[in-house]
């Protein structure tokens, strides 16, 4: 068996930080694409 070695506090805040920025920036990326898309179509609708 391999020796198991933990991240320390200052990796765990780091890699907690990089996950949370990049979920909220998906959010905001994906709600724009849907809302761009969804006004394209009703301009082609009209």
């Given at each position: 068996m391999?020796?198991?070695v933990w991240p320390t506090?200052?990796?765990n805040r780091?890699?907690?930080s990089i996950v949370i920025s990049l979920t909220i920036f998906f959010i905001?990326?994906?709600a724009l694409v849907d809302w761009?898309?969804?006004n394209a179509m009703l301009l082609f609708v009209k």
């Open positions: 391999h020796l198991v506090a200052k990796e780091r890699d907690t905001l990326f994906f761009l898309i969804k």
